[in-house]
């Protein structure tokens, strides 16, 4: 993340892009999109030029023209310029410092660097004085840090959501009006939700826009196979699972993915499920639960993994609920090898529209 002149843009990464964000209706500008690179994991500001890295560190002037490439062989999970050098910050927590006056050529400053004040550090922002980053677990809420070139920590703030990847503070002015609440309801627990069933078309790398099914939706417990690459292994539910752990209290509003590990080998107990979370008091009706599997480019949208498909929750109450997306099963011998294989899941009322909480993403891959 980086503010400049108060306005807020965020770096994608899973693909070359940056954008300007809305912090209030979330509206993305798209400001950088380089199809010459694959992704962006940081970004920084110089005050005239973007500064992100993939492999190299690309520049670009505030419009997002390509400005120039420097050789740069660093693992960087976040970056900021302080005003008189380029700050990055690895995955083992490490702080570096560099020179780019000299540019394309490089200097670290070594006598600069110092450790974050935790290894699961992610993502750098600096606010005129100190430096600011987020925790990344996956178990348990990470903290937030701010910290000064010693490493030493001057603030620390728990993380409203798992994963944290990045931090930054800006003037906001917040709108008045109150929402209205949505209505309290007698929750109806179900074995399952229901979804609304579609034919089972090939899929496609772009799924675009599609109009959702209109059939009216049976009660079915999500239990079918995606079609994926020639690599990507049929599940097919033949062993147990590792009981799964208890579900965590229900600290916000979105959907929260889970599977047993996230690299998984012949024999392996596999299967994914997606954690509703509602810390209350409202109660949700008519929600729609999107579960999405991105092998390489091609979506398969559960609980049929086609071209597109939802969960239909007539009731989202106080409390954890648990959705089974993929039954336990072991995973089979010869399936080859893949990695940065996406789950996605979030939430949206009944029109599609409007997301309803956070959403969440898991990352996983096989080999054998």
């Known amino acids: 993340m980086e503010v400049v002149g108060n306005e807020l843009y965020v770096a994608e990464a899973f693909a070359p892009r940056l954008y300007k964000v809305d912090p209030l209706t979330g509206d993305l500008d798209v400001i950088i999109d380089d199809w010459s690179l694959y992704y962006f994991y940081d970004v920084a500001f110089d005050g005239t030029h973007f500064y992100v890295t993939e492999w190299n560190l690309n520049k670009y002037d505030i419009d997002g023209n390509k400005i120039g490439t420097a050789s740069f062989d660093e693992d960087v999970m976040g970056s900021a310029y302080d005003g008189t050098y380029y700050w990055t910050l690895n995955d083992a927590g490490e702080m570096k410092c560099w020179d780019l006056a000299t540019w394309p050529d490089l200097t670290e400053i070594t006598g600069n660097a110092f450790s974050a004040p935790s290894a ?183 609980p049929t993994f086609t071209e597109f498909n939802y969960y239909e929750v007539e009731e989202l109450t106080t409390g954890p609920h648990e959705i089974e997306v993929l039954s336990p099963f072991s995973w089979p011998e010869g399936a080859g090898s893949a990695g940065n294989i996406v789950w996605y899941a979030g939430m949206s009322d009944s029109t599609m529209n409007h997301l309803l909480g956070q959403m969440d993403m898991w990352i996983f891959g096989w080999g054998d």
């Open 120 to 302: 699961n550090c992610r993502g750098l922002w600096f606010d005129g004085s100190f430096f600011w980053t987020a925790e990344s677990l996956d178990s348990s809420l990470g903290q937030i840090y701010q910290f000064n070139y010693d490493g030493e920590v001057l603030q620390q703030l728990l993380e409203p959501a798992f994963s944290g990847w990045g931090v930054c503070k800006m003037d906001v002015t917040l709108p008045t009006a109150t929402p209205t609440p949505p209505p309290t309801v007698t929750f109806t627990p179900t074995t399952s939700p229901t979804h609304s069933p579609t034919s089972t078309p090939t899929p496609v790398t772009s799924p675009g826009t599609p109009t959702p099914p209109t059939a009216t939706p049976d009660t079915v417990t999500p239990s079918s196979t995606p079609t994926a690459p020639d690599e990507t292994p049929t599940f097919v539910p033949t062993g147990t699972a590792a009981p799964p752990t208890a579900t965590p209290l229900c600290e916000y509003l979105g959907a929260r993915l889970w599977m047993p590990a996230k690299y998984f080998s012949a024999g392996d107990s596999c299967a994914c499920r997606v954690e509703l979370c509602n810390p209350g008091p409202g109660v949700y009706p008519d929600i729609r639960l999107f579960v999405i599997l991105d092998v390489y480019g091609d979506y398969f949208f559960a």
